[in-house]
């Protein structure tokens, strides 16, 4: 699943890393019909995104409802991404395909 979107960076301070994108509604239904197979627990959605030429993984969280995608520190200096920007981003659903949550090895 591939999806294609802008945003406003926001801060947020929940869990790390506090600066974070929220999905459109459309993308949050893409985004629910392929959860069953990629989340790994708590309603976490692991992806491959990209601003610009960086790419990354993570995973979206939910947040009211939808999902927010965090944007790590060195994503925003490669970028040059601050709070209140419009960012475009594209993103898919990365099933982890057996990989622990923090990307490392097997899970158990």
Known sequence: MDLEFSAELFEWRGPAPFYWLALPEDGCE???????????GWGAIPVRA??????WETSLLPKDGGYVLPVKVAVRRAEQVEPGDTVGVGMSVAPRGGRQANGQGPTV
């Open 30 to 40: 893409l985004v629910r019909a392929e959860a069953a197979q990629a989340s790994y």
């Open 50 to 55: 990209r601003i610009g030429a960086t790419e």
